[in-house]
């Protein structure tokens, strides 16, 4: 009995200490781990509280509390849920529900690369090839005594004789051809021959003549080629003069066709460039032309740039002056990237079109525009081949995704560029105050930062001499952003190059929005007029 009893109290003993030391050395048990769990989470700031706040002009800028940027903007929160993944979504994303997006009728497309191909619709008239047409002027005054030409648009074969002239310089011409040949002189002879050559009498009408040793009262004009008369100014009896043009025609196998096309269309245009053509008066029928020349100076007055197309017309359908219709068919070789016309949002000074990022997430970005043609417009800068942009209830979208700094952030697509601390521009110093450290310079626009064109009062570092700097200088001088938002003036430089101040418009600076106790630039100045 007594053993038992001195047995259960050593047994007592060894429970307890081992209840007492257990916790010191045994693995945390998992009620120890859930109240640690607990008490993390009841540290940590509620989903639906801010993390911290950053300027929309700067993410860089944080702040544990509201308040303003430097460029006096509020400041944005910035919750938990927004760091949920490793890329956060960027200002300016908006995310709505697959509802919403059914009930808005969001479409969206592909960014695509393709060459594009317009079709240009314009007007023109058919012309003379004037390459092939021909014109006769009489080499000598006299009488039409024959016309055997009586209307304009006849048809002539080449050698034909259009009309027959007299003139008292012809008859003596041929008399001395005669004489010289009666004496047997044959210099005389051969000049002769090149007088009558050169009024206009051909080779076949000089043998006739010494032929028949007889001089002709009237001289034969032929036709130099075959073609359609396009002009008639004489009539039988009539007097005519080298200066005079008698007769003009050419022939309707090839024919020109002049165009025009407005100024915003004629970068399309080049040599070569193919047309599909029809004609009122020939229904159902088509021609293939092309460009052949470009005239080079635009039209004053309608603003439009002139064409000739070449076209065969072997069957003489085309007409000269007839009306003619054209589809001109430009083809750009090279494929460029672009997206539907109706996806880009357009305002006064920029472009923009709003991304589909997936999962309902969408977020509107600025693009630069080049071309367009059938519905597509050409993005230059702002997008990458993968990307798909909104085409339907984009307004909508965009409305809600107004961050004016990603949209103008604009650099090669997909490659952000990081965001510039330090920066070497120029300016024109107002005044400065060396004992304070402080210069008043008149600097352009800092599209890096977003910075109109202003007059601004800067901290300069403690190593700058401002003894130098008068009013009116043109500096170089290195402007850099500290962290506790401030920005600091350094390695000021004399800038020899001519500096064209008048183009800063001070007139667009909202100088009311500025928020002087954030930036504390020690207030800014408004811009002076020279005199």
Same mark, same amino acid.
């Given at each position: 009995?007594?053993? &038992?009893?001195?047995?259960?109290?050593?047994?007592?003993?060894?429970?307890?200490?081992?209840?007492?030391?257990?916790?010191?050395?045994?693995?945390?048990?998992?009620?120890?781990?859930?109240?640690?769990?607990?008490?993390?989470?009841?540290?940590?700031?509620?989903?639906?509280?801010?993390?911290?706040?950053?300027?929309?002009?700067?993410?860089?800028?944080?702040? #544990?509390?509201?308040?303003?940027?430097?460029?006096?903007?509020?400041?944005?929160?910035?919750?938990?849920?927004?760091?949920?993944?490793?890329?956060?979504?960027?200002?300016?994303?908006?995310?709505?529900?697959?509802?919403?997006?059914?009930?808005?009728?969001?479409?969206?497309? +592909?960014?695509?690369?393709?060459?594009?191909?317009?079709?240009?619709?314009?007007?023109?008239?058919?012309? /003379?090839?004037?390459?092939? !047409?021909?014109?006769?002027?009489?080499?000598?005054?006299?009488?039409?005594?024959?016309?055997?030409?009586?209307?304009?648009?006849?048809?002539?074969?080449?050698?034909?004789?259009?009309?027959?002239?007299?003139?008292?310089?012809?008859? !003596? +011409?041929?008399?001395?051809?005669?004489?010289?040949? *009666?004496?047997?002189?044959?210099?005389?002879?051969?000049?002769?021959?090149? *007088?009558?050559?050169?009024?206009?009498?051909?080779?076949?009408?000089?043998?006739?003549?010494? *032929?028949?040793?007889?001089?002709?009262?009237?001289?034969?004009?032929?036709?130099?080629?075959?073609?359609?008369?396009?002009?008639?100014?004489?009539?039988?009896?009539?007097?005519?003069?080298?200066?005079?043009?008698?007769?003009?025609?050419?022939?309707?196998?090839?024919?020109?066709?002049?165009?025009?096309? /407005?100024?915003?269309?004629?970068?399309?245009?080049?040599?070569?460039?193919?047309?599909?053509?029809?004609?009122?008066?020939?229904?159902?029928?088509?021609?293939?032309?092309?460009?052949?020349?470009?005239?080079?100076?635009?039209?004053?007055? &309608?603003?439009?740039?002139?064409?000739?197309?070449?076209?065969?017309?072997?069957?003489?359908?085309?007409?000269?002056?007839? /009306?003619?219709?054209?589809?001109?068919?430009?083809?750009?070789?090279?494929?460029?990237?672009?997206?539907?016309?109706?996806?880009?949002?357009?305002?006064?000074?920029?472009?923009?079109?709003?991304?589909?990022?997936?999962?309902?997430?969408?977020?509107?970005?600025?693009?630069?525009?080049?071309?367009?043609?059938?519905?597509?417009?050409?993005?230059?800068?702002?997008?990458?081949?993968?990307?798909?942009?909104?085409?339907? +209830?984009? /307004?909508?979208?965009?409305?809600?995704?107004?961050?004016?700094?990603?949209?103008?952030?604009?650099?090669?697509?997909?490659?952000?560029?990081?965001?510039?601390?330090?920066?070497?521009?120029?300016?024109?110093?107002?005044?400065?105050?060396?004992?304070?450290?402080?210069?008043?310079?008149?600097?352009?626009?800092?599209?890096?930062?977003?910075?109109?064109?202003?007059?601004?009062?800067?901290?300069?570092?403690? #190593?700058?001499?401002?003894?130098?700097?008068?009013?009116?200088?043109?500096?170089?001088?290195?402007?850099?952003?500290?962290?506790?938002?401030?920005?600091?003036?350094? #390695?000021?430089?004399?800038?020899?190059?001519?500096?064209?101040?008048?183009?800063?418009?001070?007139?667009?600076?909202?100088?009311?929005?500025?928020?002087?106790?954030?930036?504390?630039?020690?207030?800014?100045?408004?811009?002076?007029?020279?005199?």
């Amino acid at each position: 009995m007594k053993n &038992t009893l001195t047995v259960a109290v050593l047994a007592l003993a060894i429970g307890s200490a081992i209840g007492y030391y257990a916790p010191h050395f045994l693995p945390t048990s998992h009620s120890d781990h859930a109240s640690t769990k607990n008490s993390a989470v009841k540290d940590a700031p509620a989903s639906n509280e801010p993390l911290y706040w950053v300027a929309p002009m700067d993410p860089n800028y944080q702040r #544990d509390k509201p308040g303003k940027s430097p460029m006096g903007m509020d400041l944005i929160p910035v919750y938990a849920d927004d760091l949920k993944s490793d890329n956060a979504d960027k200002p300016g994303t908006v995310t709505i529900s697959p509802s919403v997006e059914n009930n808005l009728g969001v479409k969206t497309a +592909a960014v695509t690369e393709q060459a594009l191909t317009p079709h240009i619709d314009t007007v023109g008239y058919v012309a /003379f090839d004037e390459g092939q !047409r021909w014109q006769i002027n009489s080499r000598i005054s006299g009488w039409v005594q024959r016309l055997n030409v009586t209307a304009v648009g006849e048809t002539v074969t080449r050698g034909e004789t259009l009309f027959e002239i007299y003139s008292p310089d012809l008859v !003596r +011409a041929q008399e001395e051809l005669l004489n010289a040949k *009666r004496i047997g002189n044959a210099t005389l002879v051969n000049g002769a021959r090149e *007088r009558l050559i050169a009024l206009g009498v051909d080779n076949a009408q000089i043998k006739q003549i010494l *032929r028949q040793h007889k001089a002709k009262q009237a001289i034969a004009i032929k036709a130099p080629a075959d073609g359609v008369i396009a002009t008639l100014n004489i009539r039988q009896g009539a007097y005519v003069s080298p200066q005079q043009t008698v007769i003009s025609g050419g022939p309707l196998d090839n024919v020109w066709i002049e165009a025009e096309v /407005f100024e915003q269309q004629a970068h399309w245009i080049q040599s070569g460039t193919t047309a599909e053509i029809q004609v009122d008066a020939l229904p159902g029928q088509q021609w293939l032309g092309t460009v052949d020349y470009i005239y080079p100076i635009l039209d004053p007055a &309608t603003r439009t740039l002139r064409m000739r197309l070449n076209v065969t017309n072997p069957d003489g359908a085309l007409k000269p002056n007839m /009306f003619a219709k054209l589809v001109l068919i430009p083809r750009s070789e090279t494929p460029v990237l672009v997206v539907p016309e109706q996806a880009v949002i357009r305002t006064g000074n920029m472009s923009r079109v709003v991304l589909a990022l997936g999962d309902g997430k969408y977020r509107s970005t600025r693009i630069e525009t080049g071309r367009s043609a059938n519905g597509m417009m050409e993005v230059t800068q702002g997008l990458s081949p993968h990307d798909r942009v909104v085409t339907s +209830a984009q /307004f909508m979208l965009d409305s809600e995704s107004s961050q004016t700094a990603e949209l103008d952030r604009i650099s090669q697509p997909h490659m952000h560029t990081p965001p510039t601390n330090q920066l070497i521009i120029s300016g024109l110093v107002r005044s400065s105050m060396p004992e304070h450290k402080v210069v008043t310079i008149d600097h352009p626009a800092i599209p890096e930062w977003d910075w109109p064109a202003m007059t601004m009062d800067f901290t300069v570092s403690d #190593d700058s001499d401002l003894s130098q700097l008068t009013p009116n200088l043109a500096i170089r001088f290195q402007l850099t952003k500290t962290e506790d938002g401030q920005y600091l003036v350094s #390695d000021i430089q004399p800038d020899h190059s001519q500096m064209n101040h008048g183009s800063m418009d001070h007139s667009n600076m909202d100088h009311s929005n500025m928020n002087h106790s954030q930036m504390n630039h020690g207030g800014m100045t408004s811009p002076e007029v020279q005199p």
